[in-house]
């Protein structure tokens, strides 16, 4: 468990680099955002993206982003995308993982594999992609398609510092864990620099892979 | 039930089976009763378990195929299409696949998305639903839906976040209540009493059927009341909070009531062989123990009433009734003796073997017939008195028993039989035709009887007398023949002779004597003049006067008839009223005598008496007694006895004289000369005077003998210091011879006859006159 925790926090960290470089690059102003949920506390890896509008063209350049499959976890648990970008599905799992998506954004699946697949898939719709594995129930991991190119991801204390030079500029926010439908993002305006509070209702994860207990006690063991 | 004994012990043994029996009974009753309460509540304990896991595998099946279901792909993949016709048709696929009654596909929100059935007939929220089962997740629940019961699961359909919930069940139908109850062997019901729903496995079930109701109130009737006919059990099963669904369990009870019936009829059916076994043995011990007794009972009575003889029929008895038998038989044989001796001795005499004098009455009764011939003769052994005074009794005994055998001899030889009818009396009696015959044997046993007897080393003689009655001729009734033989016997004693036959007549004196003995008696109570004294005056020779007198009795019969002094004084002499008839005498002379006192008249009068009387005891105190009450000196009264009387007792009799005599009495001897005094005797009597029989001077002038005899007695008395009367004369001459010889008093016709008191007075003032 300890072990897992730990490789989690180290996961959250990379992408947390990711997102400071796109916003550092591109704008002056920043702005400190802090999301909680509706208790007050603060959540972490909350995706705040800035809308433009229109929206950028899609770029044709982009790296293709990886998706790996460490120890029937997906890894990274949140991939952050963007519109049109490919994104690779490695296995580094001796054994062989079906991963499937039936999200709007990119229904797909990869057939029982093992090491690499034949090729990256290309998320070309802007939207939240969930993926499972059909073996590995307990495996579920989150590709977040977005059209802008400014997203940001919250750190360990919800904070999120966002570079912007218009005022008002419209920005949406999402987490795995919100009640409201997965598809769904919460809109809000950022009309000065001063920092905002932004709450989002969350519901606890319903705790994965029980169905083996239940099997055990349904076989009497 | 009476007393008795067979009742009493038919009664106990009953008594004692039948407690046993109920105690039995109702312990058997209460064990099973128990028993059978006992295995109901194991049997729902296990029809619990049994439910329990049934319906767990029923969930573990559903969870699985619900499990499945929601794990497929394929499903997954048409849940997350949204096509409404797939989704519908993969859920009916799949229901078909796993068997499953009921497959609902819910939105996230709760909203039926699809069903494999109709789904109009479902509420279109089935949120609250959903929340709830949500809570309880993966364990199935009891809902009704759709008026139906379902054992449902709702599962999420994950893609692998949760996309919708699958609602999975199966229906629980009668069918599955059926199943159960083959499996529990109990009436089961699965109710929902809020959505008015129950299914139950009872096969007739009753219109508006409500299983709560009915099984709780369903009653069974049977032996002694109506009983509940099920037992039942509640339980909780899993299900909405606001619509509980309970599952009921229900024991038939009947076949078990039916079990305890059976166990109780065959109980009681034993139990009733076992009272009939009880009465019917009871009464046969009671029977053997109270046959015993009841035989005996009857043996007593028969005891009572002297039947001894002892029959004692029966089967072997117990100990103790065979002691009591033989202690019956013992007791029986010894009263049988004992009476046989009682009666014996009372009928017999003891020393000698004969019969008694009754006994003898009776069986003379029996033998007197009317062709028979009799001759009773009774035997009196004559001075056995003296043998017993003299020899002692035993010799007296001895002496019985000697003559009783050789009459037993004789009687037995002639087919007689005899008897001991007094203390020295004997009477045999034997058939006889001939009165020679009859003179014949008397003799013959007389001669036989006088040999001499060997007694104690003693050689015997006995003289015997003896009294014959020939029967029918001499008297036809028993105790006639008896008292007439006795009469005979007793005539034969006092004429000296050894025999007499009893003549005509004599039963009908001896009667007479009867008869005025008792009238003597009553003449003396009633002093009515019957008797009375007379009085003969002695003239003193030398003083030529009247200075004495004799009294003498006389007695005049009421119907008037005289009777001989002799005669009377001897009756009164054997029957002992001698006594009171010389106290009568005495009173009557010694007031006389006083009498004549008072009229200056001094006579000494004699008074006659017997040797009764000297002997009696109160003779003296009498006399003294009256002497005093008279205030007459007792020299003025002379007491005559004669020799025979003084002969008697002498000793005794020469005691009381002297006492007499001490007082001052005078003694007389009366009729002197005739008697057996010797003269060695009569200088020992303590006599004053001596009279002469009169025998030696009513012819005493012409006989020259009784002239020396008088003349020789008159100085021989006068020797021996007695004054001399002489009695008897009747003649001037003898009284002139009688002055001569210095006789002192002359008693006689001469002078005078006896005269009354008061012709004596008139007599005396005469003479006196004369002289």
Known sequence: MLERASQLIAKRRFLLIVGALFSVSAFGNSINLVIKDQHGQVLPNAVVEIKHLPSSKVQSNLPTAVMDQVDKQFSPQLLIVRQGQYVNFPNSDDIRHHVYSFSKAKPFQLKLYSGQPEEPIKFDNQGVVVLGCNIHDSMVGYIYVANSDQVYTSDEQGRIELQTDTFPVQASVWHSLQTAPLDNKKLFDIESTNPLSITINTSTPAPRNTFGSKFREGNGQ | MGNNLRSRITTLCVGLVLLTTLLSLVSFWWSTSKFQAEKVQQNITVAQSVYKQYLKSKESLLLTAAKVLTADFGFKQAVATRDAATISSVLYNHSQRINADLMLLLDLSGRLVSANVNAQNFADNLQPLMDELLNNAEQSSFVVLNNQLYQVILLPVKTPRTIAYSLVGFKITSAVATELKSLTGMEVSFVAQLDDFATSSLVSQPDNFQPITYFTNKTTARFFAEYLAYENEQIALPSLQSHPINLLLSADLTSSYRDIEQLLLTLITLAVLTMLFGVITSSLLANNLTSGLSQLVVIARQFAKGDYRFKFEGKKQSSEIETLVSAFNNMGNDINKREQQISFQAHHDTLTGFYNRSAMLDLLAKRLTNDARYTLVAIDIKGLRHINDKLGPQVGDGCLIAVANRIRQFSDELGGFHARIGGDEFLTVYPCAEVEQVKCAVADLLKQLQLAYKVKNLKISLRFNAGIVQYPEQGTKAD??????????????????????????????????????????????????????????????????????????????????????????????????????????????????????????????????????????????????????????????????????????????????????????????????????????????????????????LTLHESQKDQYIVRSSITLGHQLGFSVVAEGVETAESLSMLHEMQCDHAQGYYLSRPLKAQQLEQWLEEYQRVH
Not at chain 2, 516 to 543: C, H, R, V, W
Not at chain 2, 656 to 675: E, F, M, N, R, T
């Open chain 2, 480 to 697: 006639d023949l008896m008292r007439r033989v006795l009469i005979a016997v007793d005539a034969a004693t006092t004429s000296q002779q050894s025999l007499h036959y009893y003549q005509d007549g004599e039963d009908e004196a001896h009667l007479e004597r009867l008869i005025m003995l008792d009238e003597l008696k009553q003449a003396i109570d009633d002093d009515n003049g019957q008797l009375f004294m007379t009085y003969q005056p002695k003239l003193n020779i030398k003083s030529q006067k009247i200075d004495k007198v004799e009294s003498l009795i006389r007695w005049q019969r009421q119907d008037g008839r005289w009777v001989s002094p002799e005669v009377f004084i001897d009756l009164a002499e054997q029957s002992g009223l001698i006594v009171e008839l010389t106290a009568w005498v005495v009173e009557t002379v010694i007031a006389q005598i006083a009498d004549w006192s008072k009229k200056d008249i001094h006579l000494q009068a004699a008074i006659n008496v017997s040797a009764q009387d000297i002997a009696h005891s109160g003779f003296h105190a009498s006399l003294v007694a009256t002497l005093n009450k008279y205030q007459v000196n007792p020299s003025v009264v002379t007491i005559e006895l004669t020799e025979r009387d003084m002969i008697e007792n002498e000793a005794q009799g020469i005691k009381a004289l002297q006492d007499l005599k001490g007082i001052g009495v005078k003694i007389s001897l009366d009729d002197y000369g005739v008697g057996q005094t010797s003269l060695g005797r009569l200088k020992m009597l303590p006599i004053d005077e001596l009279k002469l029989d009169k025998c030696f001077i």
